[in-house]
């Protein structure tokens, strides 16, 4: 082994023979932090900003009359990859169709925002909510009225 | 009757709460200032910024599942925590907390014995805890909490010695064993002035005989996963808790009454609440540089003791019989 392959981790240390004063200075960066306001969130209640585009929970928009924009072309379902979309559709005669049965099943989607891009009439958008939780599996299979209002399935701790 | 039973039966009553509460508190003060020292919050759910925390905990513990290993020594693995935590409350019977007052025209002294020997009863008694540590990690059948034992009985023998010679200083200049004389020979000057370099050894000794951060040997989390308490559950392991912290506020104290003077303070409040806010300000130093060092190898904790504690205490020792005689 030649001189050059050793290397000192100790040589060069700036604090190298001195013991003392490196201990203050660590004491008294510590009491500056103490002094400090934390960095962390508390979160339940208090949240960061997520992003505009960030990609949550679904939202079946309505316009003006309180009604749902979604025509129930099915192209959602069509382009969705994880195959989450399941939409019945009704439609009575000289009226524009709707969807009578209109189910995201949370738990299989993949949040890609696929069925956001492929909605010819901006009827489902993907919602800033990202923190969805609940006991059983069936709770997470979402209906009309629960995607109306995804807000309101936001995690406050209670 | 009233001077041999009741007044010390109320006094027995009233450290013994108080000094548990504190106890209990002291693990919020731990949690909550070495949260602030990590830019975090510290417990903050339960009730207002956490206040009722250790209550919680204490529920906690008393309904978890109480856990008796299969290879432990049982009658000796019930019978650790037991001695750990009977022997830190044994503690608290000596520090003096205050100056003798008066209540309903009878004088009180604030505090519940005043043997002669007081504070080779305190080294005696504070050893005798590390008991606890050492026969709960053998007891355990468990490599990890033997280890852990092992090294708690090493740091016991190497740093009890420094302690006690930084002691014996404190006992030169005072003249006296009793706890509360070294107390009244602190009207004018507090011996930290008078003995800074016993003061240091004192607390450097102590926290590593606490078992604290930069000294951690016996519960080294990182190398024993937590180490002779590592299989205590439920209150065992709360027992194990509470006669650590409690050994704690007896170190927090004792410096307090040896080096800071005591009860002794400028008049505008009473000597009790200068005692307590010299305790808490040294139970925030522990925290503070629990907060700040990690810890030690395990050779560097013994060399640190040997070869540089207890020659310097030594030297103090003998300087200041030296300058005692000069004078």
Known sequence: ?158 | MVEYLIIPVIKLIVIFSVFLLIAAYTTYMERKVLGHMQLRYGPMRVGFHGLLQPIADGIKNLFKEDLIPENADKTVFVLAPAISIAVAIILLSVIPFGPPVTIFGRKINLYLANPSIGILFVLGFSTLGSYGNILGGWSSGNKYGYMGGLRGSAMIISYEISMAFAVISIIMITGSFSIVDMVNAQTGVWNVFKQPIAFLVFLISGIAELNRTPFDMPEAESELCCGYNVEYSSMKFALFFLAEYIHMIVFASLVATLFLGGWHGPAFVPGVVWFFLKMFAVIFLCIWVRATFPRLRYDKVMKLEWKFLLPVALLNVLVTGLVMAVL
Request: hydrophobic content about 30%; aromatic content about 12%; charged content about 30%.
């Open chain 1, 1 to 158: 082994m030649k001189e050059t392959d050793v290397i000192h981790v100790s040589k060069d240390r700036p604090e190298n023979g001195k013991y003392v004063k490196p201990l203050f200075r660590g004491l008294s960066f510590i009491f500056k932090n103490f002094l400090t306001k934390p960095v962390t969130l508390q979160y339940p209640t208090e949240k960061t900003q997520r992003s505009q585009r960030w990609r949550g929970l679904h939202r079946l928009e309505v316009d003006e009359k309180g009604e749902l924009k979604c025509v129930a072309c099915g192209l959602c379902a069509r382009i969705c990859p994880s195959e989450a979309i399941t939409i019945v559709p009704y439609e009575e005669e000289g009226k524009t169709r709707y969807p009578k049965k209109f189910v995201i099943n949370e738990l299989r989607c993949i949040f890609c925002g696929f069925c956001q891009e492929a909605c010819p009439k901006g009827a489902i958008t993907l919602t800033e909510v990202y923190d969805y939780i609940d006991y059983n599996r069936s709770d997470f299979i979402f209906d009309i009225e629960k995607l109306k209002t995804p807000e309101k399935f936001r995690f406050t701790g209670k």
